[in-house]
């Protein structure tokens, strides 16, 4: 019933932009806030952007100006475009849900493994 899944991710270039999906249950997506979180290897999981179910945003600083997060409610769906890609945005892009615009939430899709070559 509660289900996240991420897709979108894969090997570009630097400079070169990705959209990611999260495709969610009918209930899950029912649930206030959906964000976007990243963690490279051998570093800490982090906050890239969160949607509210009104579309309020809340972006991690250093996220801000090359990353856009929105959501499509008739799909059930929440994406995170991301331009002007850099090697240092090599990491697992994971979504999340939950109650509020300014935590993580209970429920974590798989992850989508987004590589960015120089």
């Known amino acids: 019933q509660v289900q996240l899944v991420e897709s979108g991710g894969g090997l570009v270039q630097a400079g070169g932009s990705l959209r990611l999906s999260c495709a969610a249950s009918r209930s899950t997506f029912s649930i206030n806030v959906i964000g976007w979180y990243r963690q490279a290897p051998g570093k800490q999981r982090e906050l890239v952007a969160r949607i509210s179910s009104g579309g309020s945003t809340n972006y991690a600083d250093s996220m801000k100006g090359r990353f856009t997060i929105s959501r499509d409610n008739a799909k059930n769906t929440v994406y995170l475009q991301m331009n002007s890609l850099k090697p240092e945005d090599t990491a697992v892009y994971y979504c999340?849900?939950?109650?509020?615009?300014?935590?993580?939430?209970?429920?974590w899709g798989q992850g989508t493994q987004v590589t960015v070559s120089s």
């Open positions: 999340n849900a939950g109650p509020n615009l300014y935590r993580s939430g209970t429920y």
